[in-house]
T-cell receptor
Framework: ETGVTQSPTHLIKTRGQQVTLRCSSQ?????VSWYQQALGQGPQFIFQ???????GRGNFPPRFSGLQFPNYSSELNVNALELDDSALYLC?????????????FGPGTRLTVL | RKEVEQDPGPFNVPEGATVAFNCTYS??????FFWYRQDCRKEPKLLMS???SGNEDGRFTAQLNRASQYISLLIRDSKLSDSATYLC??????????????FGAGTRLAVHP
């Protein structure tokens, strides 16, 4: 196992609601990246947090936001949920944003928006 | 054009077969390359890194051709346990100080007895 944990494992919400997903990074890792994986697609980069700051973002609207805490755990918040937000949300931790350091993925949170 | 393109498959092969997956990427500035394996409803797991010199890990051989922007994965003597989706992944480091993995949509492999 990678040592990266995510909660909850499954979640069902309705359109317009807000959701918070959580990720605990592997011990010693200070960088967390979040990805969205829609059914039948590869994961898509949402954003990356390093030392409690967002230091990179993919092509996702501002209603996707995040936090990183002093212990390097992280949250992903999604406001005004849409049906297309239904996906597997993955977080990945690594020991830094520089270089091709291996990213270790958590088991994911499966979000269903009705 | 997608940044990383793969044949979606599925590839249905008998045990013992040799199967090859191909992948192309669009950004010539991409720095590192990987194959990840993803089992149904699970997270992606790193299978192996890919180098221009080619690299082998048991029954798995990966190859990178930077000039053609082409990545391959060869699986020899397929096992039932190889059934999964194989994701071609490109690592890109941005000058703003962050990196991201760019995934292909994956190629599904089904190995049957």
């Amino acid at each position: 196992e990678t040592g990266v944990t995510q909660s909850p494992t499954h979640l069902i919400k309705t359109r317009g609601q807000q959701v918070t997903l959580r990720c605990s990074s592997q011990s010693g890792h200070n960088t967390v990246s979040w990805y969205q994986q829609a059914l039948g697609q590869g994961p898509q980069f949402i954003f990356q947090y390093y030392r409690e700051e967002e230091n990179g973002r993919g092509n996702f609207p501002p209603r996707f936001s995040g936090l990183q805490f002093p212990n390097y755990s992280s949250e992903l918040n999604v406001n005004a949920l849409e049906l297309d937000d239904s996906a597997l949300y993955l977080c990945a931790s690594s020991s830094g944003p520089i270089g091709a350091d291996t990213q270790y993925f958590g088991p994911g949170t499966r979000l269903t928006v009705l | 054009r997608k940044e990383v393109e793969q044949d979606p498959g599925p590839f249905n092969v008998p045990e013992g077969a040799t199967v090859a997956f191909n992948c192309t990427y669009s950004n010539s500035a991409s720095q590192s390359f990987f194959w990840y394996r993803q089992d149904c409803r699970k997270e992606p797991k790193l299978l192996m890194s890919v180098y221009s010199s080619g690299n082998e890990d048991g029954r798995f051989t990966a190859q990178l051709n930077r000039a053609s922007q082409y990545i391959s994965l060869l699986i020899r003597d397929s096992k039932l346990s190889d059934s999964a989706t194989y994701l071609c992944v490109v690592f890109f480091f941005f000058s703003g100080g962050y990196n991201k993995l760019i995934f292909g949509a994956g190629t599904r492999l089904a190995v049957h007895p």
